[in-house]
C-alpha cells in the first residue's frame, strides 16, 4: 500500500505561482509498481478533475484548462513528485489530490486559493 502526502498549498494572488509537492511513500515492491502519478483539482463545490499526469516512463498528460502553465515533475531520489502552478488564475482555486496508479492511493489534500 502506498502513502501520498500533499503540501505547498495557499493564498496567492492572480498570476502568481505555487510547487505543490506529494510525498510517496511505502513498501518498495508498492512503489516501484506506479506507473502513473496524477494531480486532481476539485474546486469548491465540484468534483474532482484531473489536471496533469506523469508516466514511470516521464511522458506528460495535462488538461487543457492548465496547459503551459502547470508542470508535473518527479524526484526520484526524494520519492517526490511535484505540480509547479505558474500564472494562477481565480479558477485554480481548490483542493489538490494526488494519486498514483495501480495502486490508486490518495493523499488529503492541499488548498490552493487565488485571490483576484
Known amino acids: 500500500q502506498v502513502q501520498l502526502v500533499e503540501s505547498g498549498g495557499g493564498l496567492v494572488q492572480a498570476g502568481g505561482s505555487l510547487r505543490l509537492s506529494c510525498v510517496v511513500s511505502?513498501?518498495?515492491?508498492?512503489?516501484?509498481?506506479?506507473?502513473?502519478y496524477r494531480w486532481y483539482h476539485q474546486a469548491p463545490g465540484k468534483q474532482r478533475d484531473i489536471v496533469a499526469a506523469?508516466?514511470?516512463?516521464?511522458?506528460?498528460v495535462y488538461d487543457d484548462s492548465v496547459k503551459g502553465r502547470f508542470i508535473i515533475s518527479r524526484d526520484v531520489a526524494k520519492n517526490t513528485v511535484y505540480l509547479q502552478m505558474n500564472t494562477l488564475k481565480p479558477e485554480d482555486t481548490g483542493t489538490y489530490y494526488c494519486?498514483?496508479?495501480?495502486?490508486?492511493?490518495w493523499g488529503q489534500g492541499t488548498q490552493v486559493i487565488v485571490s483576484s
Open positions: 494519486n498514483v496508479r495501480p495502486d490508486n492511493a
Open positions: 511505502g513498501s518498495t515492491r508498492s512503489i516501484n509498481a506506479i506507473n502513473w
Open positions: 506523469l508516466s514511470s516512463r516521464y511522458d506528460t
